[in-house]
């Protein structure tokens, strides 16, 4: 094996040296860093939040963890620094249309100043209107005009009266109303004794009777007219003490508030409401005429009142707000993002008023800067939906669902619409951005701005420089114990194994602080005074072993020959292959047999897991590239005449990928060539058409789960993995593989052309075309090219002899 390419242990791990890093322990770095290796979207952030023109909101792509919700708000923070304050709405009863509250807008930090003195003036007015309506000029005045009433009601009765004396009739009192009756000195006369009169007596008594009851019926016709009269007194007195009692008031608050007109307006429309409806301040007493609700005892009891009509509801107020807005909204409901209307019970029924309108997250956010989570923002329903209208339509109309959609027809608020300008980032994948950029016409008007994040980056001197400023940012933010310069040098290559490429850093800031805080506890739980490479190491090999039940429980059965993979011997047809498993983060690789057998046939190579639609297309591509690559190097002057199965064995669940493939062409040519490979390699990578091995993924836990199994057994010295040579640069293996190369007990080859790679697994040559385009005796190339050319022979004389046959 030595006379093969093999790479060594220097070349399968890329160290980071703590002597560069130019630092003994994090403490000495001073410099902090929120963002690492985001130029692109960084860029893209700032000119969307400072471009002015609409539709220029911005959507940040990326994987999770990449700590972009964090960026994009400490972008947003730092402009709304430089930010104007943007204003407060207040909503106010609409007196004219109650179901249409009005939204005012005023400069920020007013909002709640109004609606603490419109509170205080609803206090002093019912002091002042308390005072007014219980004083002693009010109640001489209104006593005035009940005596008047009265004694004009008591001068026609009295002439009644008289009339009747002057006809000797009496008038009586009944419970069915006034009646007369005759009279003499003694008294109302008896029936008996009107009967006795004469028919004349009779009849002129009826006549006086007839001519009092009609005085009476004018009497009764006039009173309820002046009682109206009274009334009306009374309500005009009542306007002018109200008026009297709050004028003062009312034009100290128009003083304060004269430059905004809609408030004086409504300041206005107080006073007259309060003018108008002054006679419901009045305590009730029999007989005075009221036709409004006892509501001022009632204001604070959680109904509706009189006075609760003129509060102000404050739905953004800004008088803490320092620059503009920046909010991000972690639930974004319907109701959350738009605003609601609230509704409370009383006397058996739902009702609302202006004062339950609750603002959303766009009123909070408007005049600055709005973060939502697209993933959220999409599973709630119609959030989406009154997403876009907002912005299309430039303004927040707060309505239900069920108004939206026009599933209910009951009556409610619909508040005045209040005009937005913010800006929006959306957070989520580059699945959803795709996604919808594909399937929403209107995503594209709506979000021009296109901030993608890099997953990962170059790892040079001025980035390692960058990563440990990082890890001291987030080290600081945690406060966590301090690293050395070895834990940080641990760190780094930590990331470039998680980015699978001794050449790159992974930017996924999740990962990175999840093993800052646990290499943390390792070093506490050891009383390190710093957290050093061990404790880090600690933390690594924590994670693996919390994740790893399913690797332990597969590598056992393959230990107890249940899944068979063998690692030493040979056998034709038969080779290992290598899987990568990914549970979540955490992924291991796999060995698995593939197995291989031909026969006469027409120049099919039958993948089985297609075959039972277990294979994935592109695993079905690979396998089909295998028989490009036999016809164009063996078929170019006699048919393929073989028909060939390819299978992975004791494979219970779908198979997809082509990594696999320069390894089922191993196999193939083996059983071509009936030579057998050697079980103690493994082998991983693609192959093209022409035989050139291509570059996989996983390489790093595709080496590491061969070597597990071949390490539980024993290491002979055989051993090893096949791998691309494109894969060399993605090397990060563990300290153990590496250990074993070294001491020569385990070995990996980069190849670069299957023909490599059939010497390593057979050490037999694979042999190179002459000019006559035949290979030298012996080579696994002209043993597979005479089979062939047999198969073909022998198929052609079948088909000879079963002609002759029918004949």
Not at 717 to 745: F, S, T, W, Y
Request: net charge negative; glycine share 8%.
């Amino acid at each position: 094996m030595a006379a093969f390419n093999e790479l060594k242990s220097r070349e399968l791990f890329q160290k980071c040296d703590p002597d560069q890093l130019g630092f003994e322990s994090t403490d000495e770095i001073k410099e902090t860093v929120s963002i690492f290796g985001q130029a692109r979207a960084s860029e893209a952030i700032d000119f969307g939040m400072n471009i002015a023109y609409p539709g220029y909101n911005i959507f940040v792509l990326g994987p999770s963890g990449m700590g972009k919700r964090e960026i994009v708000q400490n972008f947003f923070k730092e402009k709304a620094k430089t930010d104007p304050t943007p204003s407060d709405w207040i909503y106010v009863n609409n007196f004219e249309n109650a179901d249409k509250p009005e939204a005012i807008e005023l400069p920020p930090g007013l909002g709640s100043q109004y609606q603490q003195d419109i509170n205080n003036l609803i206090d002093e007015m019912q002091t002042a209107l308390s005072a007014a309506f219980e004083s002693e000029e009010y109640q001489n005045r209104r006593q005035t005009v009940f005596e008047s009433f009265k004694e004009k009601q008591s001068e026609l009765f009295t002439q009644l009266q008289e009339n009747a004396n002057k006809n000797d009739l009496a008038m009586i009192k009944t419970p069915s109303g006034i009646a007369f009756a005759p009279k003499d000195a003694e008294g109302v006369l008896t029936a008996d004794e009107v009967n006795k009169l004469s028919d004349d007596d009779r009849e002129e008594i009826q006549q006086n009777i007839e001519g009092l009851q009609e005085q009476l019926q004018k009497i009764l016709q006039q009173v309820p007219i002046w009682q109206r009269e009274a009334q009306e007194e009374i309500r005009d007195l009542n306007k002018e003490m109200a008026n009297f009692a709050i004028g003062g008031l009312i034009n100290e608050i128009i003083e304060k508030y004269k430059e905004h007109i809609e408030i004086v307006e409504h300041v206005e429309q107080t006073q007259d409401q309060v003018v108008e409806n002054a006679d419901a301040f009045l305590s009730r007493t029999d007989g005075e005429p009221s036709s409004f609700l006892e509501a001022v005892s009632q204001h604070g009891s959680g109904q509706t009142s009189l006075m609760d009509q003129f509060q102000v509801n404050v739905i953004v107020d800004n008088k803490d707000l320092q620059g503009a807005p920046v909010v991000f909204e972690n639930n974004p409901t319907y109701a959350n993002l738009i605003g609601r209307v609230e509704h409370y019970a009383q006397m058996g029924t739902l009702r609302t008023d202006f004062r339950m309108i609750k603002p959303g997250a766009m009123h909070k956010a408007n005049g600055g800067y709005l973060v939502l989570d697209a993933r959220k923002l999409l599973s709630q329903p119609y959030s989406w939906d009154g997403l876009k209208r907002a912005l299309q339509s430039k303004e927040i109309e707060i309505e239900s669902i069920e108004q939206a959609l026009s599933l209910i027809s009951t009556v409610s608020l619909r508040p005045e619409p209040i005009p937005i300008n913010l800006k929006i980032a959306l957070v989520g994948d580059r699945l959803l951005y795709y996604f919808l950029l594909q399937h929403d016409p209107e995503f594209s008007d709506l979000f021009k701005v296109e901030a993608d994040f890099e997953t990962e980056i170059e790892w040079n001197r001025e980035n390692q420089d960058l990563y440990a400023k990082l890890i001291a940012s987030i080290i600081e933010k945690e406060s966590t114990k301090p690293f050395n310069n070895t834990a940080v040098a641990r760190l780094i290559e930590q990331s470039a194994r998680l980015a699978n490429d001794t050449e790159r850093l992974k930017t996924k800031l999740q990962d990175l602080h999840e093993l800052i805080v646990e290499s943390d506890y390792w070093a506490k739980k050891n009383e390190h005074p710093q957290v050093t490479d061990n404790d880090v190491q600690k933390a690594i090999d924590s994670q693996l072993k919390r994740a790893d039940r399913l690797r332990e429980k597969i590598q056992e059965s393959i230990l107890r020959d249940i899944n068979l993979i063998s690692t030493e011997g040979e056998a034709i047809g038969q080779i290992n292959g290598l899987s990568v498993y990914a549970l979540g983060s955490f992924m291991f690789g796999k060995p698995t047999r593939i197995t291989s057998q031909v026969s006469l046939g027409k120049g099919q190579v039958i993948d089985i897991e297609r075959e039972v639609e277990m294979g994935g297309p592109i695993h079905s591509k690979g396998v089909l590239i295998l028989a490009g690559f036999l016809r164009g190097r063996y078929a170019q002057e006699t048919p393929l005449s073989l028909s060939a199965s390819l299978v992975f064995e004791q494979s219970y669940g779908g198979v997809d990928g082509d990594s696999a493939s320069s390894t089922e062409l191993y196999a193939l040519m083996s059983s071509i060539a009936e030579v057998p490979i050697k079980q103690s390699l493994a082998v991983t990578g693609s192959v093209n058409q022409f035989g050139q091995v291509q570059a996989i993924g996983g390489v790093n836990e595709k080496i590491e789960g061969f070597f597990d199994i071949c390490s539980k057994r024993g290491l002979t010295g055989d051993q090893g993995v096949i791998i691309p040579k494109a894969n060399v640069k993605h090397l990060m293996l563990r300290q153990d593989v590496i250990d074993a190369v070294e001491e020569g007990k385990f070995h990996i080859y980069p190849v670069e052309h299957v023909d490599e790679g059939i010497e390593i697994l057979t050490g037999l040559p694979a042999g190179s075309k002459d000019e006559r385009g035949n290979y030298p005796e012996g080579t696994i190339n002209a043993l597979v090219k005479d089979r062939l050319e047999g198969m073909a022979a022998r198929l052609t004389q079948f088909g000879k002899d079963k002609g002759e046959n029918s004949d």
